[in-house]
């Protein structure tokens, strides 16, 4: 299993990314899926998830309105909208795969992990 995730880099607050996260070696469709992210000198907290039909989306309360996952069953791709960036908003971001019902906001430890993309929003 591998999940490559990009689309990061440098924006000035107030912009947007959007970041991707492309699967292979796994039955996408049976994956619910998820970002989470890494700021420095903090632990990885979660930041959206998305089921497996995409149906049923969840977001932490800090970027919930600002932020919209998706995902394309047909591109083995999961996607992370990002509008109206802060500062606080930069972070390593990782996207992750679990055969649960939905990736848990707490790693279980069962989860396929992408490599990471840095998102940097400046002032």
């Known amino acids: 299993v591998q999940l490559q995730a990009f689309g990061g880099g440098l924006v000035q607050a107030g912009g947007s990314l959007r970041l991707s996260c492309a699967a292979s070696?796994?039955?996408?469709?049976?994956?619910?899926l998820g970002w989470f992210r890494q700021a420095p000198g903090k632990e990885r907290e979660f930041v959206a998830a998305?089921?497996?039909?995409?149906?049923?989306?969840y977001y932490a309360n800090s970027v919930k309105g600002r932020f919209t996952i998706a995902r394309d069953n047909a591109k083995n791709t999961v996607y992370l909208q990002m509008n109206s960036l802060k500062p606080e908003d930069t972070a390593v971001y990782y996207c992750?795969?679990?055969?649960?019902?939905?990736?848990?906001?707490?790693?279980?430890?069962?989860?396929?992990w992408g490599q990471g993309t840095q998102v940097t929003v400046s002032s």
């Open positions: 992750a795969a679990s055969t649960l019902v939905v990736v848990p906001r707490t790693p279980v430890g069962d989860e396929y």
């Open positions: 998305i089921s497996r039909s995409g149906g049923s989306t």
């Open positions: 070696g796994l039955t996408f469709s049976r994956y619910a």
